[in-house]
């Protein structure tokens, strides 16, 4: 299969939002996804982007994406966080994830992270394999912690 990795641009963020949504349906949260196409053109294409996007195209069609952003780890130093690899299921398995994760590990190659991070659903045990395949470590002792809107809003208002 033919296809190309490029940087997104604004024009491609309505297909970008349709994977966002296939993805949410994989992970069975299918009505958890509240952005907006505007809040993805004007966060990743405003004054300041506070998203990357690479995405995989095949035939003028968006089939695939991996959207990062930056990090800075107490650690390590400078580190991108991958927030989303999302390959259309209809194009799974043609090459296309490992084409986005090289795009990703050479762009945090040329800013000279030290580490890129995301995290990976505990059941997805074929993602699990391809990342642990392509040499990732699979931190099984970490836990995921989030404050979402309502907590920090919870929060400030007992400060």
Request: charged share 25%; proline share 2%; glycine share 8%.
């Amino acid at each position: 299969m033919d296809f190309t990795i490029r940087n997104a641009q604004i024009e491609d963020m309505p297909q970008v939002l349709k994977l966002i949504h296939e993805l949410a349906v994989f992970e069975k949260e299918p009505d958890a996804v509240e952005i907006t196409l505007k809040d993805l053109e004007n966060d990743g294409f405003g004054k300041i982007s506070y998203f990357h996007c690479f995405v995989a195209e095949v035939n003028s069609k968006i089939e695939g994406i991996a959207l990062i952003y930056n990090r800075y780890s107490t650690w390590k130093g400078k580190a991108i966080h991958l927030e989303d690899l999302i390959v259309s299921e209809s194009v799974r398995g043609t090459g296309i994830g490992t084409a986005l994760l090289d795009e990703v590990v050479k762009y945090g190659h040329q800013l000279g992270v030290k580490r890129i991070n995301w995290e990976v659903l505990d059941w997805n045990e074929p993602a699990i394999a391809f990342y642990e395949k392509k040499g990732a470590n699979v931190m099984r002792d970490w836990n995921v912690v989030q404050l979402g809107e309502e907590g920090i809003k919870s929060y400030i208002a007992n400060i």
